[in-house]
């Protein structure tokens, strides 16, 4: 633990020397001082979840902050005198035997089942116990890693909506790192925080001058540790974006005057995709809300909301409106009122009205903006409809949502004549 205490000190002194002389953490024409600030604002909300798992919600066996870095912290206990067997678990080849069974009995999480392609619970366990090796248990080291990589993360989203968004600096800055949920979600050391990592670093390379030098080789690998970090934590966030990522990536090689043309073929692809892998998406979503469902019923969870349950492609299908009602409008009302889901409450105020400003306010895009636009509700859509259809408790779809926000958000403020508002 002293180990781990000292090793935070000197970290956290490491960030901040290279948030002032690393390129990693420029942000072109913006102040470090500020960038510096951001990265504090993460690490006080990581360390304010900390403070509320720890007395407001004490059951550590439910807290998603705590409950990968208790069975990290179990395997690794359990395996002091077997680092072999540490060392299988870590990387995910081992054998079933005495030993590793041994080493995975006390584990709460490890052997839930697997969602899609990759069990991400049992990845978050690796995560912190190879932290584990320098921390020692002291958890506030693995909320100055995770925060770390959130920040990178925020920084290549800003820079890619700067690349292609027209909106002012100010508003792009607020919108990335200051959106209270997602700053929130994704300053501990939780899942969100690995997304922001791997969103950051896949639209990162969109945002790069084509005179850069050597670009190509820095955009491949971005994309791989990206795509690497998304595919290991979420696999529906690849699904989210892959569709988004290919109309962007098309409209920048063709020119974006096609825009409905690409916009066409998109939806032609996402169509003849679901008639090919949808019946067995529907099963395994399916399967997911019923499992979250039992889970929610057996922890007595207070925030379970009516989902419209399914079994087949069409029923998928016909539930995804109500599906993105519930993400987008029940958080307004919460089943019971307390300070975190009246926060959430009042702030999905802001979430819902934005809707209205494109009405009101209304700008003329050119092609640039509708393309990037596009991109953005592509994105929202696709990930707010696999939340809804497979989240039944509205504190998880608050939680899960927030790295859409600033996608969410931009997508509407693409069309809002600010000077209208300001007026």
Known sequence: MLIGSILFILFFLLIIRLIYHSKLFEIEGINKHFVLFAFLLKLISGFSLWLIYSHYYPDRSTADIFKYFDDATHIFNATKDQLSIRWQLLIGNYPINP???????????????????????????????????????????????????????????????????????????????????????????????????????????????????????????????????LIMMKVYVIFALALPLFFILSNSIFSYKKNILLLIISCLLLIFGSILIGEDVAIKLANKQEEFLRLAISVNANSIIPVTSYSK??????????????????????????????????????????????IFFFKKVNSKELAFAIFCTLFVLLGFSIIGLSTPILGAIVRYKSIFLPFYIIAFLTFVDLKKIIR
């Open 99 to 229: 030993e590793t069974t041994e080493a995975i009995k006390n584990t709460q999480h490890w052997d839930l089942k697997e969602f899609f392609v990759v069990n991400d619970n049992r990845n978050m366990s690796r995560i912190h116990l190879l932290i584990l090796h320098l921390s020692q248990g002291f958890f506030h080291l693995h909320t100055l890693i995770f925060c770390t990589f959130s920040m990178i993360g925020s920084i290549g989203i800003y820079r890619f909506f700067r690349r292609y968004s027209s909106l002012p600096s100010y508003i792009i800055l607020a919108i990335v790192f200051f959106l209270p949920s997602t700053v929130f979600w994704s300053s501990a050391p939780l899942k969100e925080c690995w997304l922001m990592f791997g969103l950051g670093l896949i639209l990162w390379p969109l945002s790069f001058n084509p005179s850069t030098p050597n670009k190509l080789f820095k955009q491949i690998l971005l994309f791989i540790i990206g795509f690497s970090a």
């Open 313 to 358: 492609l069409e029923g998928l299908i016909l539930s995804i409106p109500n599906s993105l009602y519930n993400v987008i409008f029940r958080p307004l009302y919460p089943n019971s009122i307390n300070v975190f889901s009246l926060i959430a409450a009042i702030e999905h105020i802001l979430y819902a009205g934005i809707i209205l400003l494109p």
